[in-house]
Nanobody
Framework: QVQLVESGGGLVQAGGSLRLSCVAS????????MAWFRQAPGKEREFVAG????????YYADSVKGRFTISRDNAANTVFLQMNSLKPEDTAVYYC??????????????????WGQGTQVTVSS
């Protein structure tokens, strides 16, 4: 059973930056596709960014492309989300997710079998 623990959320002004981290409890993490999703109040959970096991191929939602960067450090069992030029519409709970069955990044929630508890990101205008 893989446990994912996110950190790095908080309150920031529009235009500011935050860096989220997600640490996995298992070394097999390095073979998993990883992704970040977010969920705002009253909305469905949506894909933000994903990265393949080797960290070479990355995917982004159009709404964050050019502002957010996903990366991973397999030696440290950690995936990161660097968020720059934050906007009030980025306010949400951000979740880290792992797909232990595939190295392909999916943009829907269903393929991911492990989830973190979430970290709140609030961007004030």
């Amino acid at each position: 059973q893989v446990q994912l623990v996110e950190s790095g959320g908080g309150l920031v002004q529009a235009g500011g930056s935050l860096r989220l981290s997600c640490v996995a409890s298992e070394r097999t993490f390095s073979s998993y596709a990883m992704a970040w999703f977010r969920q705002a109040p009253g909305k469905e959970r949506e894909f933000v960014a994903g990265i393949t096991w080797g960290g070479v191929v990355k995917y982004y939602a159009d709404s964050v492309k050019g502002r957010f960067t996903i990366s991973r450090d397999n030696a440290a069992n950690t995936v990161f989300l660097q968020m720059n030029s934050l906007k009030p519409e980025d306010t949400a709970v951000y979740y880290c997710a792992a797909d232990s069955k595939s190295s392909v990044v999916h943009r829907t929630t269903q393929p991911y079998d492990y989830w973190g508890q979430g970290t709140q990101v609030t961007v004030s205008s």
